[in-house]
């Protein structure tokens, strides 16, 4: 069970990271307006609690691709949050 451990673990530090990116952000525009980066910040935890409940499902048959799935969405949805961070002005 090591694997999931090592996934609860990437979608911890991926997210977070990500989390922190919009902090730094924020940090680094006080004047600007943070409706948008908290919009990401809530868009990151929602994406954290999907797929940490995914990864938690028992009733999955083929766990290997199932597995597999969640890393793949995991980084797909994590480039998408890096690229609004990188389009807020």
């Not at 680094?28 to 409706?35: E, G, R, V, W, Y």
């Not at 994406?47 to 799935?69: C, M, P, Q, R, S």
């Amino acid at each position: 069970m090591a694997n999931v451990r090592n996934l609860k673990k990437d979608i911890n530090y991926v997210l977070g990271d990500i989390i922190e990116a919009v902090y730094v952000w924020e940090y680094s525009n006080p004047s600007k307006d943070t409706k948008k980066s908290e919009a990401i910040i809530d868009e990151a935890i929602a994406v954290f609690d999907e797929l940490i409940e995914k990864v938690n499902d028992k009733t999955v048959e083929n766990k290997k691709a199932h597995f597999k799935g969640i890393k793949d969405e995991l980084e797909t949805k994590g480039r998408e949050l890096i690229d609004k961070i990188n389009k807020l002005d």
